[in-house]
C-alpha cells in the first residue's frame, strides 16, 4: 500500500503526532479524501497549502495524479520562490 | 509532451542569441514602467507612514486634511473591507490577506518605522505632501524589537497577542514572536557524531538586505462608475495582483484588470502589494484615477526585504571526509508579520549533499521590521552561508581540496533530499567537476589573494501557466503571454515557439498580456516561467503546427498523415498528389477559406520542474589598511537543463552572483537603538556597482536536460544567488585567517577581525 510521511510539523498538528503511515488511495484526489476521513482538517490543509513528493517528484495542486500501489508519498510545503 | 532531450534532433533557434526583444525600448527609455502611465483628471497619492518602530494607534484625524483645497480622498485600514479572508498564492508562501491588508494600511498597531496608516489622494503632490502633516495620530509607543534571537527571548515585546507558536506540542499558552517551529530530518543524527573521526562547529549571522530593484512600487488605479477597475503597475504577476486587491476591498475578480507594466526588476520583491489597494480604494472614494509612486526611502523602510538570519551548524564526518551527520538550527527574521523562508532555508541547507544523518530546527519570528517577502531562492542563501562555510572549515581541517570534498559528498541522482524528493536529472556532479576543469581554478590565486568555493540549490517550480500563439495572416506570428518579463522570457517564449514552427525568430514576437486577454497565470518567480509558461507556449504551437497541417491536407485533398511540417513549410508526401509545398504565409494568407484565423491557447500546471545546482568560485583580496575587500576574479557554473537564451541565462548567473557579492560584503538593515532604520538610501546602503565587480566568467551545463520540458529547460534565475555568500566569505576567511562568521563582511568588520 502506498506510504505517506511528512516532514512538516503542522501535519503532526492534525495526526495527533503520527508522521507516517499508508493508504489505499490511488490518486491525489483520492489522497486528499482519505486524508480528511482520518484526521479532519488534514485533506483540506494538505490541498490547499502542501505539496506531495510522489516517488521524489514533486507534484503541486495535481489532483489527478497517479499514486503507485507501493508509491511512497511524502508531505512537503508548497515552493514558490522568487 | 515531447522529450527534453530532444535526442538527434538539431535544434534551430533554441541556443541561439537572438537580439533581446525589450532592448531598444529599455536603452531609448521608450519602455512604460510603472510610474510612466497617465490618465485625464489623474490625482497624486500619498502614503502617511509611521514613525514609530511599535505602537498602538490610539486615533486617526483626517478632518483638518480633508478640508486642505484640492485633497479629494482619505483612506484608513477601515475602508478595506474588515473580512479580507483567505490566501493567495504568493512569493515564498501563502500570504495570509488579512496581514497582507494589514501591512498595506495598518490596522489598530503599527509594527515597523515606515508602516502605512493612512492615504491621500490630492490634484497635486504637494497638495498632498501638505494633507500628510494634516493627518493628525496619537500613538501609544510600545518596547520594540529588532534583532531575531531578542524576539525569542521570554521577556521579549510581542508584536501580536494572537501569535501561538505553530509546530510546538502542546500547543503554546502564550502568545510569542515565533510564529512556527519547523523540524525535519532523518536517520541517527546522535550516533553519528558518535561515529565522527573529525566534527566542525559554528554560527552564522546574515543581515536582512533588500532586492534592491532599480524600479520603486508604481501604480495607477481607476475605478470606473460601471464597477469596472483598472490597475496599471509594475508587478511579476498581474493575476496575483488582481487577487491581492480583490481580497482586500471585497471585490468580484471579474471587476478588475490590471494591466502589467514593464518592470524594472522583481526578484521576488515584486510578488505582494503594497501600494495597489491603496490607489484604487482612493480612487473608489473619489472617483478619480490615483497614482502612487513609492519614493526610494519608502522602498526601503515599507517594501520587503529577505530575512535576516541566525545559524547554527555542526557536521559529523570520517577522516577521508565522508559527512555522516549533521545538525542545524536556523532562526530567521520574518518582519512584522509571519512568514519568513526558514523553512524554505531547512530544506535547501543541506541539498547539495547525501547526508545520511540529519536534523533540522527553523524558526519563523516576527519583529519590528517591515514583512519580509520573496527574494531569489528565498530562504536558501542564509543556510548555504552557514553550510558552505562549514564544509570549507571541514576541508581545512582535513587538508582536502575543497571541491573533491564537495565531488565525494555531492547527491547523485537517485539519492534522497531531506524533504522526501529524490534527486533526478541532477549535474551537481558535473557542474563541480567544471569548475574544477575551468580555467579559473586551475590558475594558482595571485600573490596576496584569496580563493572560496562554494555550491548551492534551488527546487525551481512549475505551476499555472497560460499561453497563446496566433498566426498573422502574413504567415508572421504573435505569442501572447500570461507572464510579465522579468528576466527575458520575452525572447524565450517566442524562441521556443518559433521552433516548433520551424519559423525564423525574426517573424514571432511576444507580448505580455492583461488579466483580461489571456488565461490565468501563476506569477513570475521560483524561476518557473521558461518551464512553465514556456510549456505552454509549445504546446500552443504544437496545436498551431496540427492545423496548419490539417490545412494543407485540406487543400491537397489529401490525408494529415500525408502532410509533414518542417521548416515553417507544409509538404505533401502522397505520392499520387503533385502538389508544391506551402509555406506558413500561404496557408495563413487563405487561413479564411480554410477554417478561419489560426490560434491556439493552452492552460496547463506544470509539473516536473528540476531542481538546479550551481558552483561558484571567487577569488578576492583585501586592502590591509581599510579592509576593502576587491572580488577580483569570479566564475560561476551552473546546471542549466538546457539554456534556451544562452546569454539571458549567463546574465541571471551574472545578476545572482553580483547579488550575492552585495549581500557578502556590504547589504544590511542598520537599525539605531529606537528601532529606526539609519540607512534607507542608496547612499548609504551599498549595492555593487558594474565598477565594483569583475567580469563574471560563466560556464553552462547542459549536460542534463529536463525531460519534463519540451526542450530542456530548467528554471536558472534562483540558484545564482546561493553560492555567492560563502564563496566570498570563504575567500575573505582565508585572508583574514580566521572564519568569518557574520555577514556583511564590511570593511570595518574586516579590519577588526583582521587586527584581533
Do not use: K, V
Given at each position: 500500500m502506498p506510504r505517506v510521511t511528512s516532514i512538516s510539523g503542522r501535519v503532526a498538528d492534525f495526526t495527533g503526532g503520527v508522521s507516517a503511515f499508508e493508504v489505499e488511495a490511488r490518486t491525489v484526489r483520492a489522497l486528499i479524501r482519505e486524508l480528511e476521513a482520518r484526521f479532519p482538517g488534514l485533506g483540506e490543509f494538505v490541498e490547499d497549502q502542501m505539496a506531495l513528493a510522489i516517488d521524489g517528484e514533486i507534484f503541486q495542486d495535481a489532483l489527478g495524479a497517479g499514486i503507485g500501489a507501493d508509491s511512497e508519498i511524502v508531505l512537503i510545503p508548497k515552493i514558490a520562490g522568487g | 509532451m515531447s522529450d527534453g532531450n530532444q535526442g538527434g534532433v538539431k535544434l534551430k533557434v533554441v541556443g541561439q542569441r537572438p537580439v533581446r526583444p525589450d532592448g531598444v525600448d529599455k536603452v531609448t527609455g521608450r519602455a512604460q514602467f510603472g510610474a510612466d502611465f497617465h490618465l485625464p483628471g489623474m490625482l497624486t497619492g500619498r502614503i502617511k507612514r509611521s514613525p514609530h518602530a511599535h505602537a498602538r494607534i490610539v486615533s486617526i484625524d483626517t478632518s483638518a486634511a480633508e478640508k486642505l483645497a484640492g485633497v479629494k480622498a482619505i483612506v484608513t485600514s477601515a475602508d478595506f473591507d474588515a473580512g479580507a479572508a483567505g490566501e493567495v498564492e504568493a512569493g515564498e508562501s501563502h500570504a495570509a490577506m488579512k496581514e497582507v491588508a494589514a501591512n498595506c494600511l495598518a490596522h489598530g498597531k503599527v509594527l515597523y518605522q515606515g508602516h502605512a496608516v493612512a492615504a491621500v489622494a490630492a490634484t497635486q503632490p504637494e497638495i498632498a505632501a501638505e494633507a500628510l502633516d494634516l493627518i493628525e495620530i496619537i500613538y501609544e509607543v510600545l518596547p520594540h524589537v529588532i534583532d531575531v534571537e531578542a524576539a525569542m527571548a521570554p521577556d521579549s515585546p510581542v508584536l501580536h497577542d494572537d501569535m501561538f507558536t505553530k509546530g510546538v506540542t502542546p500547543k503554546p499558552g502564550k502568545a510569542s514572536n515565533v510564529a512556527a517551529r519547523h523540524v525535519m530530518g532523518r536517520g541517527d543524527v546522535a550516533a553519528a557524531f558518535k561515529a565522527a573521526e573529525v566534527t566542525v562547529e559554528g554560527r552564522y549571522e546574515t543581515a536582512a538586505v533588500h532586492q534592491g530593484y532599480i524600479e520603486p512600487h508604481a501604480c495607477v488605479a481607476s475605478w470606473g462608475a460601471d464597477g469596472q477597475s483598472t490597475i496599471w503597475c509594475s508587478s511579476q504577476g498581474q493575476f496575483l495582483v488582481r487577487a491581492m486587491v480583490a481580497k482586500i476591498l471585497n471585490?468580484?475578480?471579474?471587476d478588475i484588470k490590471v494591466i502589467p507594466a514593464e518592470i524594472g526588476g522583481g526578484f521576488g520583491g515584486k510578488t505582494t502589494v503594497y501600494l495597489e489597494p491603496v490607489a484604487l480604494a482612493l480612487s473608489r472614494k473619489c472617483g478619480r484615477p490615483v497614482k502612487i509612486v513609492m519614493s526610494r526611502e519608502e522602498v526601503f523602510l515599507a517594501s520587503g526585504p529577505t530575512s535576516g538570519a541566525v545559524m547554527d551548524v555542526r557536521l559529523a564526518a570520517t577522516k577521508t571526509g565522508k559527512i555522516i551527520g549533521a545538525e542545524m538550527t536556523l532562526k530567521y527574521q520574518a518582519g512584522a508579520f509571519q512568514g519568513s523562508p526558514v523553512n524554505l532555508g531547512c530544506m535547501t541547507a543541506f541539498a547539495c549533499y547525501d547526508v545520511e544523518a540529519l536534523a533540522l530546527v527553523g524558526y519563523d519570528v516576527v519583529s519590528n521590521r517591515p514583512k519580509v517577502a520573496a527574494y531569489r531562492a528565498p530562504g536558501a542563501p542564509m543556510a548555504a552561508f552557514a553550510v558552505e562555510s562549514a564544509i570549507d572549515d571541514l576541508a581545512l581541517k582535513l587538508g582536502m581540496d575543497p571541491i573533491d570534498l564537495r565531488l565525494l559528498n555531492a547527491v547523485r541522482d537517485g539519492a534522497k533530499t531531506v524533504y522526501g524528493a529524490t534527486v533526478r536529472y541532477s549535474a551537481l556532479v558535473e557542474t563541480l567537476e567544471a569548475i574544477k576543469a575551468s580555467p579559473h581554478y586551475r590558475t594558482p590565486v595571485g600573490n596576496g589573494q584569496a580563493r572560496g568555493v562554494a555550491a548551492g540549490f534551488w527546487f525551481n517550480v512549475g505551476g499555472e501557466s497560460s499561453a497563446a500563439v496566433h498566426v498573422d495572416e502574413d504567415g508572421g506570428v504573435t505569442v501572447v503571454s500570461s507572464n510579465p518579463d522579468i528576466g527575458g522570457s520575452r525572447a524565450s517564449m517566442a524562441m521556443m515557439a518559433a521552433e516548433t514552427l520551424g519559423l525564423p525568430i525574426e517573424r514571432v514576437r511576444c507580448t505580455v498580456a492583461d488579466t483580461t486577454s489571456i488565461g490565468y497565470s501563476g506569477s513570475t518567480g521560483g524561476s518557473r516561467v521558461t518551464f512553465a509558461t514556456g510549456m505552454a507556449v509549445v504546446e500552443a504551437a504544437q496545436k498551431v503546427v496540427a492545423d496548419l497541417k490539417r490545412r494543407a491536407a485540406q487543400t491537397w485533398e489529401c490525408d494529415v498523415g500525408h502532410v509533414d511540417w518542417k521548416d515553417g513549410v507544409a509538404t505533401c508526401t502522397d505520392p499520387s498528389k503533385d502538389v508544391k509545398p506551402l509555406s506558413m504565409k500561404a496557408i495563413a494568407g487563405k487561413s479564411a477559406k480554410t477554417g478561419g484565423p489560426i490560434a491556439a491557447e493552452i492552460s496547463l500546471n506544470a509539473q516536473g520542474a528540476a531542481a538546479g545546482y550551481g558552483v561558484h568560485v571567487c577569488d578576492l583580496e583585501i586592502d590591509a589598511e581599510t579592509g576593502r575587500t576587491t572580488v577580483v576574479r569570479y566564475t560561476a557554473a551552473q546546471d542549466v537543463g538546457r539554456a534556451i537564451h544562452p546569454a539571458y541565462v549567463e546574465g541571471q548567473l551574472q545578476g545572482g552572483a553580483a547579488q550575492g557579492i552585495g549581500w557578502a560584503l556590504n547589504e544590511e538593515y542598520v537599525y539605531g537603538k529606537s528601532g529606526l532604520l539609519e540607512n534607507p538610501s542608496f547612499l548609504d546602503y551599498r549595492m555593487p556597482v558594474a565598477s565594483d565587480l569583475p567580469m563574471i566568467d560563466t560556464i553552462l551545463i547542459e549536460t542534463k536536460p529536463n525531460p519534463r520540458h519540451p526542450y530542456g529547460a530548467k528554471g536558472v534565475g534562483e540558484v545564482p544567488i546561493v553560492p555567492p555568500l560563502a564563496a566570498v566569505g570563504n575567500a575573505v576567511s582565508r585572508i583574514v585567517g580566521k572564519r568569518m562568521r557574520s555577514l556583511p563582511m564590511s570593511p570595518a568588520k574586516v579590519l577588526a577581525e583582521m587586527s584581533k
Open positions: - | 471585490m468580484p475578480l471579474s
